[in-house]
């Protein structure tokens, strides 16, 4: 897990003019070459000259459409930097900052369209890769492995893929080809004259956050001579090709391979039911590696990993899942769940108010938003969010009764409050 970082970049100059000290940013980013940040909690930093203090106030805004729309992250209470964001979610974020002082603000607040001071690009989630089984085979008399890979990323960049190859356990890596290939799924790979014998191939992917991952290494066998051309009695020349013989049940898309998917599903269920969440992760990831675009196995494996208390395992699933399907549901609701058992609570809430932007009548959500207003001191919101879910729709009669038993529970606190004071 990386450490926290430090995005760097707002430089406040404090001077007093016309009963306003001025603001400037020396932007060391810009939305095109935006600060690459690899964890979702990071410190925002600030400096502000010694003519400008003391400080009355530090707001840090953000926006996460482009500097369509801003929002107020918050006040740093102590007013000395640096500011501690939590981002909700991945992708592009801008800063802004606005800082108070005896004579005045050094701006109004960011209005939807002001440029950022500073922008970052958010991206925590390692990439999912499978490597394939290779094929061997030949084209135009030259001698080609074929190279197969599922990338699953929202964040990559336009060649994010490194393929490498070696001739043995003990060999160095040497790079497939001369640039980083497109994440296009496929590549002939054209055996160097001389090689033969067993070869391994591996896919390393990287995202936009810089984070890397290696598929599992895949082997064959490079034969010493291209394949002959056998003449067809219907026209062109074909190649004939050669393959290592494999258990078809690891070939993506084969009928096998779904079959077996299947039964792993089926099992991975049955172990949820049982309490077994451990075996049943098991049959998820193996499930995945056969199909890594399977959405509801990642939500399903995050939340039996939720369960057994691996929150960050749990939230990187739930993340991948959403870079699938962003407006997933369950995805969105179970991730904020897990944010909040990690007592991030800013990202959770927004998390949730995602959740109500696609549906306003989740009554789970509302009440789940309440609960967290709760975590972050904020009574009046909670009763909001609590009496929300107990009005809208009537079919949650569960989530009613639960929110109703969170309203009681506030009249009797703010009650025994009253009858202290």
Known sequence: MPGKTTVHGFVIFGFVLFGLFAARAQAQSTRDSPTRVRTQSFDVAYRVNEAALPLDSVQLWYTRDGAKTWELFGADDDRQSPVTFHAAGEGLVGFFFVLTNATGASSAAPADGTDAHHWAMVDYTVPVVQLHPLRATAVMGERVIQVRWTAIDTQLAQRPIRLEYRLSPDATWVAASREPLANTGRFDWRIPTGVSGPVAMRVTVTDLGDNRIESGEQSIEASTEPAPVIRTSNGPAAMMGSHIAVDDSTIPGSRRARQRIEELLAEAEE????????????????????????????????????????????????????????????ALLGSALVLRDQKKYGAAAERLRTVLRYDAKDAESWMNLGDVAIFQGDELLALECYTRATQIDPTA???????????????????????ND
Do not use: W
Request: proline share 2%; hydrophobic share 40%; glycine share 6%.
């Open 397 to 419: 009669e569960k989530i009613i009764v639960e929110a109703t038993e969170r309203l009681a529970m506030m009249s009797k606190s703010a009650t025994f409050r009253g009858s």
């Open 271 to 330: 172990h949820r039911k049982s309490g077994d969440n451990v075996r049943g992760i098991a049959r998820l990831r193996e499930a995945i590696r056969l199909d890594p675009h399977l959405t509801d196995a990642f939500t399903g494996m995050a939340s039996m990993l939720r369960t057994v208390g691996d929150h960050d395992r749990a939230l990187n699933a739930y993340d991948i899942a959403l870079k699938q399907r962003p407006a997933m549901r369950d």
